[in-house]
Each structure stands twice: as C-alpha cells, then as structure tokens.
T-cell receptor, first 114, second 114 residues
Framework: NAGVTQTPKFRILKIGQSMTLQCTQD?????MYWYRQDPGMGLKLIYY???????DKGEVPNGYNVSRSTTEDFPLRLELAAPSQTSVYFC?????????????FGPGTRLTVL | RKEVEQDPGPFNVPEGATVAFNCTYS??????FFWYRQDCRKEPKLLMS???SGNEDGRFTAQLNRASQYISLLIRDSKLSDSATYLC???????????????FGKGTHLIIQP
C-alpha cells in the first residue's frame, strides 16, 4: 500500500491564482481530512469527510473547497489564493469513526503564495 | 483559549539521558489522547496512544492524569534518532474540530546531542 499520497510536493502561487491539492489513499479508509500547519503552530482542520459524497467544515474552512466523489480521493481547492494561505497542507485518513483510531498522514504540500 | 498546551522547547538533552514532556488540555470531556512524532519537514506519525492506566512501548512511557488534565511522555535512554517534534493530540468532543474533534498541540521540539 502506498498509504496517503499528496501532489504536488511544492507549489508557488501568485495572489489570486487558483489550484487544487490532490490527496489519494489506497487503504479503503472512510474518513479523510485536510489540515494546514503554519510555522510553529499546531495543525488546524480545514475540511473533513466521513465518506464519499459527504464533506463538512473544520476549524478554518474559509478560502477552501473540497469534494469527495470517491472513497480514495479528497482534493482541496484554493480559489483566489492569498498570502495568508501560505502553509504546509497535510491530508490524512483513517478507517472509520471512533476517536481512538489512528489518522495516517500524507507527506504534505508546501504552498507559498506571493 | 488554548485547548492543548505544550512547552515548545527546544529541549536539548544528551544522548542516553531521560527526558519528559507534559501537555495540558482544557476539555474535560476529552476521551482519547495521543502522542505524534513529527520530523523536520515531514508529516506527523503516531508514536503512541495514551491510555488511562498508562502505557509503555519500549523506551517510551505515556501517562494520563484526568483529574489534572495532563498527559506526559517519558523517553528513556534517548537516542540521536529521537530528535523530533512531539505533538500532543487530544480528542475534544463538540469543539467543532471535525468528525473526531482532534486538537493538536503546537509541539515540543527535542534535540538529542551526542
């Protein structure tokens, strides 16, 4: 299993541009998450999904959109990129609900908005 | 209001020494607790879950004190490879943090010196 994969690894955007961060997992996990991590800060939840066709907002959803058309994929869309969105973005997944289940993280996407 | 607080460090510790970190959490309804390890510019990975009775995994021991709402991590016989940032993670029901309400601390930076 490849686990959780993310593309691209790095990206530089200009203010106002848009992009999609890709996330795929091959573990047949139902739950998927998008986090952002700013330097010296804890991870903040952007959006999450408990299954295909179901998404919900996390703590910091503004400026982002998600979709979950398949179990495997959970892309994150940035519209009108702003410097405040410069961060490292991590996608994660876990098998099902239950707070005790481990979340598995992808390697991250480093995004800079100039 | 800081939901999960950790001393950011850095903790500079000689190889072979014992080091301990604490973490406090604010939500008394929290049910699940974890320590994640994050290497520089990498994704977080689960180090260990923290159980009410305390648990040990090799050189690592985790303790939970529900009355005082803190979690500890003890590393014995520290190795150079233990150098990393250790994230305290707490399930915080009803915090709006997503399906599991996981809240991440900012992390404690550990540097093991030869």
């Amino acid at each position: 299993n490849a686990g959780v994969t993310q593309t691209p690894k790095f990206r530089i955007l200009k203010i106002g541009q848009s992009m999609t961060l890709q996330c795929t997992q091959d573990m047949n996990h139902n739950y998927m998450y998008w986090y952002r991590q700013d330097p010296g800060m804890g991870l903040k939840l952007i959006y999450y999904s408990v299954g295909a066709g179901i998404t919900d907002k996390g703590e910091v959803p503004n400026g982002y959109n998600v979709s979950r058309s398949t179990t495997e994929d959970f892309p994150l869309r940035l519209e009108l990129a702003a410097p405040s969105q410069t961060s490292v973005y991590f996608c994660a997944s876990k098998i099902s609900g239950g707070a005790g289940n481990e979340q598995f993280f992808g390697p991250g996407t480093r995004l800079t908005v100039l | 209001r800081k939901e999960v607080e950790q001393d950011p460090g850095p903790f500079n510790v000689p190889e072979g020494a014992t080091v301990a970190f604490n973490c406090t959490y604010s939500n008394s309804a929290s049910q699940s607790f974890f320590w994640y390890r994050q290497d520089c510019r990498k994704e977080p990975k689960l180090l260990m879950s923290v159980y009410s009775s305390g648990n040990e995994d090799g050189r690592f021991t985790a303790q939970l004190n529900r009355a005082s709402q803190y979690i500890s991590l003890l590393i014995r016989d520290s190795k150079l490879s233990d150098s990393a940032t250790y994230l305290c993670v707490v399930n915080s029901p009803y915090s709006g943090g997503g399906a599991d309400g996981l809240t991440f601390g900012k992390g404690t930076h550990l540097i093991i010196q030869p």
